[in-house]
């Protein structure tokens, strides 16, 4: 009798083991590793030390797994693919893929900052007006980013005819770590990029910022429509973490650098000066409002840039959950 006790209590441990376990949500979440992202990456950090800030607000039925990226149209093709839920990205890549899906996908929940952008030149004294670009290779993070619809956009202005493989100024998408060696080595003559890379070569590659992108809505956390839909109170619950980060951040600059310049190092495997981080941080505005303004100018980048041709409707874009 005792064993069949045993044994039924087991088997009821056991159901409610399983029960718990399927309950159990995995939330799948994006962020680049970039000083403009510092809410994902100090998040990313915390989820390190066993003190993760998400997983304290949502409770212990959510696990999160983070995921890094280098640009943001990869971060949109992972969305789209289903295999990423919620991630930190630039306006330019959020908007296209909400263009591309006629509204149906992306929804931006929160901003996070703006700011932090910059085109940077060699200190040689070549380039000293924009007339000076013809010619010239300018390096941006990927192929559709925001820097690279920014700095597409921008040229158009100054009356450069700029196709995606050349033109008057030939524009050439280049990951992060590697626009620092081909500018060290010469091979582009500008950088358009987000810190810390805009720091990294004033400091590291003796570069000059010609124009400081401080109207721009450098990074927003955005979520798959269905898991809004599928999960609108824990998105709700996401939103406002965000915006409890963002003010913490805000209020502790220096604990929150040091995070960091850990973090960082864990992701990239390179180490970044901490007076580099401080510098870079006096860049970019860490904020949480996401700027009407700013989206309509950036929707607009997104048509002279060549990126978005047929209907540009951001009714459904920004959700408050």
């Keep these: 009798m005792n064993n069949i006790k045993t044994l039924a209590v087991t088997l009821l441990i056991g159901l409610a083991t399983c029960t718990q376990a399927a309950d159990k949500v995995t939330l799948r979440f994006g962020h680049f590793p970039n000083i403009t992202h510092a809410q994902g990456v100090?998040?990313?950090?915390?989820?390190?030390?066993?003190?993760?800030?998400?997983?304290?607000?949502?409770?212990?039925?959510?696990?999160?797994?983070?995921?890094?990226?280098?640009?943001?149209p990869s971060a949109m093709e992972a969305i789209f693919a289903g295999s990423l839920d919620l991630t930190y990205v630039g306006q330019g890549p959020a908007l296209n893929a909400h263009f591309k899906s006629d509204g149906e996908e992306i929804r931006v929940i929160s901003g996070?900052?703006?700011?932090?952008?910059?085109?940077?030149?060699?200190?040689?004294?070549?380039?000293?007006?924009?007339?000076?670009?013809?010619?010239?290779?300018?390096?941006?993070?990927?192929?559709?980013?925001?820097?690279?619809?920014?700095?597409?956009?921008?040229?158009?202005?100054?009356?450069?005819?700029?196709?995606?493989?050349?033109?008057?100024?030939?524009?050439?998408?280049?990951?992060?770590?590697?626009?620092?060696?081909?500018?060290?080595q010469k091979q582009v003559d500008a950088v358009w990029t987000v810190e810390p890379w805009v720091t990294r070569l004033e400091r590291e590659g003796n570069g000059k910022v010609f124009l400081e992108d401080t109207d721009v809505l450098t990074t927003w956390l955005v979520s798959s429509a269905k898991f809004l839909n599928d999960h609108h109170d824990m998105a709700k619950k996401i939103a406002a973490a965000n915006v409890e980060l963002t003010q913490w951040i805000q209020a502790h600059s220096d604990e929150a650098q040091k995070l960091l310049v850990q973090e960082l190092k864990e992701e990239t495997k390179a180490t970044i000066a901490p007076e580099a981080v401080a510098q870079a941080w006096k860049r970019i505005k860490f904020t949480t409002e996401v700027s009407p303004k700013l989206v309509t100018k950036a929707v607009q980048d997104a048509k002279d840039a060549g990126f978005s041709k047929g209907a540009t409707d951001t009714s459904k874009l920004l959700v408050t959950p």
């Design 42 to 72: 100090i998040a990313n950090a915390l989820s390190r030390q066993g003190r993760g800030w998400f997983e304290q607000r949502l409770g212990p039925e959510v696990e999160i797994q983070w995921f890094t990226y280098n640009a943001g």
């Design 112 to 184: 996070a900052a703006n700011g932090g952008a910059a085109l940077v030149v060699r200190s040689d004294g070549l380039i000293k007006t924009p007339a000076n670009f013809r010619g010239k290779t300018i390096a941006t993070p990927q192929l559709g980013n925001t820097q690279d619809i920014s700095c597409r956009a921008w040229l158009k202005a100054q009356g450069f005819h700029v196709t995606q493989t050349g033109g008057d100024v030939t524009v050439l998408p280049t990951a992060n770590p590697d626009q620092l060696s081909l500018f060290q």
